[in-house]
């Protein structure tokens, strides 16, 4: 069972920058495809972001490439989200998620709680 723990949200202005964190317990962290969600009130969850095990490999969503960064440390059992440039449409809640493979988008088996990110504009 993997646990995992969002912090670093909260209310920044446009243009503004913020970094998530997550958490995640359990000794097979280096194994785990890493992803970043948001759902924004009245719509979906979407993806935004995910790293692979050793970091070698990430995917961004259109929306926020060249403006968000995905990382890791796996000394730290930790991953995090660079959020630069920040947009009112980048608000929504973000949820950190890790699964056993990388590459798909939608399939992930570990879910946090999420962490609020509110942009005003």
């Known amino acids: 069972q993997v646990q995992l723990i969002e912090s670093g949200g909260g209310l920044v202005q446009t243009g503004g920058s913020l970094r998530l964190s997550c958490a995640a317990s359990g000794r097979a962290f280096g194994s785990l495809a890493m992803g970043w969600f948001r759902q924004a009130p009245g719509e979906e969850r979407q993806f935004v972001a995910a790293?692979?095990?050793?970091?070698?490999?990430?995917d961004y969503a259109d929306g926020v490439k060249g403006r968000f960064t995905i990382s890791r440390d796996n000394a730290k059992n930790s991953v995090y989200l660079q959020m630069n440039s920040l947009k009112p449409e980048d608000t929504a809640v973000y949820y950190c998620?890790?699964?056993?493979?990388?590459?798909?988008?939608?399939?992930?088996?570990?879910w946090g709680q999420g962490t609020q990110v509110t942009v005003s504009s």
């Open positions: 790293i692979s095990g050793r970091g070698r490999s990430t």
């Open positions: 998620a890790a699964d056993w493979s990388f590459g798909s988008r939608r399939t992930y088996s570990y």
